[in-house]
């Protein structure tokens, strides 16, 4: 079965801190998204990578970067970590080409609360 | 990507059909409609997509109006687990230039 691996449930940091939040597929795909997700917001898109190495800012970026060293695993850095962070993020992938490879497949999500 | 519109949220009886609207007016040609869901607590989860055709799985059954504005996700015979926020939302054709906006989504709520 398809998953998709996000590597804390919970994550509790202070403020400042640089966090990692990591993501692994095992679905060879090429695409791979970190959404996050507040209450009356919905999902909102941090970053996207199409291939390794590869980004594009998505509609939230600030704040935020992400890293793509190899094609399973993508990688979202708060470098200085903020209360208005506190959030659950989502990582997600698809396979890419279109149609129905465009299907999302999401993890479960990490909360995170920044104190 | 087209903008979606959908109720903020419907209820339906178990066993009943569960018809959830979206309002996508601006679609354009290339652009396929996908529906998920996410329960509390869990990831969204895809459920169903199309692109200008009647679909059907599994899961459910997506109706889209000819003008393509408009599509109306069908749960046949609803149970309690089928109580989530879905989202509709629409994606173009080629990847490399794709990126999902998910709005509010419709809270269904299932009750016995």
């Known amino acids: 079965d398809v998953k998709v691996t996000q590597s804390s449930r919970y994550l509790v940091k202070r403020t400042g801190e640089k966090v990692f939040l990591e993501c692994v597929q095992d679905?060879?795909?090429?695409?791979m998204f970190w959404y996050r997700q507040d209450p009356g917001l919905g999902l909102r898109l941090i970053y996207f990578?199409?291939?390794?190495?590869?980004?594009e800012k998505g509609d939230i970026p600030e704040g935020y970067s992400v890293s793509r060293e190899k094609k399973e695993r993508f990688s979202l850095i708060l470098e200085s970590a903020s209360t208005n962070q506190t959030s659950m993020y989502l990582c997600?992938?698809?396979?890419?080409?279109?149609?129905?490879?465009?299907?999302?497949?999401f993890g479960s999500g990490t909360q995170l609360s920044v104190l | 990507d087209a903008k979606t519109t959908q109720p903020p949220s419907m209820d339906c009886a178990e066993g009943r059909a569960a018809n959830l609207p979206c309002n996508h007016s601006?679609?354009?040609?290339?652009?396929?409609v996908y529906w998920y869901r996410q329960i509390h607590s869990q990831g969204p989860q895809y459920i169903i997509h199309?692109?200008?055709n009647n679909e059907t799985n599994e899961m459910a059954s997506l109706i889209i109006t000819e003008d393509r504005k408009s599509s109306t996700l069908i749960l046949p015979h609803a149970t309690l687990r089928d109580t989530a926020v879905y989202y509709c939302?629409?994606?173009?054709?080629?990847?490399?230039?794709?990126?999902?906006?998910f709005g509010d989504g419709t809270t269904l709520t299932v009750k016995p």
């Open positions: 601006t679609i354009s040609g290339n652009e396929y």
């Open positions: 679905m060879d795909h090429e695409n």
């Open positions: 990578s199409y291939d390794v190495k590869m980004k």
């Open positions: 199309g692109l200008k």
């Open positions: 939302i629409v994606r173009v054709y080629n990847t490399n230039a794709g990126k999902s906006t």
């Open positions: 997600a992938s698809s396979a890419g080409g279109g149609g129905t490879n465009e299907k999302l497949f």
